[in-house]
């Protein structure tokens, strides 16, 4: 029996989230280029985006671009991360279409060049009523950021401190209105979230795995839903 057909259909998460870690990594053992390994890691995730569709997941988050990428790589790489970002977003646009994906962005935007923001609008807008899969993309993205900016904008709007709660918390942060992620995948070998859904991830399951993400493949990801499946969530309990 493949790892496919041990899939219960019944109990696939509705939201799915990836750390997508490993491209460098992969780039230097095949002696290639670091771009060569993001454009790599950029199939990995069309691949991924159609399997999650096939099986129905409704939201898949994976985290592209971190606040500390912008602090920590140099000028060089950045300048080629966001051409890849921008091919991705416009080159892809008519197939993430006729995939049936609509498009999210999670994170601050307003660092990026004002093509690849107007770029990133109007894929957004062309995208919306497409309703198999949501593809939400962490680009400039924190999770301590994220929360920060949810509190600015709770202090703006709410006069009294009791009428805070988890729930007003939620609806200012990026993902407002969508199922926090059932399960979090981190790819590359390490053992962390590095920043990445801190609040959304408190009941997530956490599966990592040591496959760099552009050899991730699609019965990768079969079987980390397998092995969500076997687990019994409890919600704190």
């Known amino acids: 029996m493949s790892e496919t057909t041990k899939i219960d259909k019944t109990m696939v998460p509705e939201h799915i989230a990836i750390i997508m870690d490993g491209n460098r990594r992969w780039a230097r053992e095949h002696k290639m280029h670091r771009r060569d390994g993001h454009r790599e890691g950029a199939k990995s995730l069309e691949s991924v985006m159609e399997r999650a569709g096939d099986l129905g997941v409704k939201i898949l988050t994976v985290y592209a671009?971190?606040?500390?990428?912008?602090?920590?790589?140099?000028?060089?790489?950045?300048?080629?991360?966001v051409a890849l970002m921008k091919y991705f977003i416009i080159k892809k646009r008519k197939d993430?279409?006729?995939?049936?994906a609509r498009l999210g962005i999670l994170g601050n935007v307003k660092i990026f060049p004002d093509d690849l923001q107007q770029a990133i609008d109007k894929t957004v807008r062309l995208l919306k009523k497409n309703e198999r899969i949501k593809l939400n993309i962490a680009l400039n993205y924190g999770?301590?950021?994220?929360?920060?900016?949810?509190?600015?904008?709770?202090?703006n709007t709410c006069k009294d401190p009791s009428?805070?709660?988890?729930?007003?918390?939620?609806?200012?942060?990026?993902?407002?209105?969508?199922?926090?992620?059932?399960?979090?995948?981190?790819?590359?070998?390490?053992?962390?979230?590095?920043?990445?859904?801190?609040?959304?991830?408190?009941?997530?399951?956490l599966y990592f795995t040591n496959v760099l993400w552009p050899d991730f493949r699609q019965d990768d990801l079969d079987r980390a839903i397998l092995e969500f499946q076997k687990r019994a969530r409890r919600y704190g309990q």
């Open 96 to 100: 993430l279409f006729q995939r049936g």
């Open 65 to 81: 671009f971190s606040s500390e990428n912008r602090l920590k790589r140099t000028k060089k790489e950045i300048r080629e991360l």
């Open 163 to 205: 009428e805070i709660n988890e729930e007003l918390i939620s609806k200012n942060l990026y993902t407002h209105g969508e199922h926090d992620p059932d399960l979090i995948i981190r790819t590359g070998g390490e053992h962390r979230l590095s920043n990445f859904l801190l609040w959304q991830a408190s009941y997530s399951e």
């Open 143 to 155: 999770a301590r950021p994220e929360i920060v900016d949810a509190m600015k904008r709770i202090m």
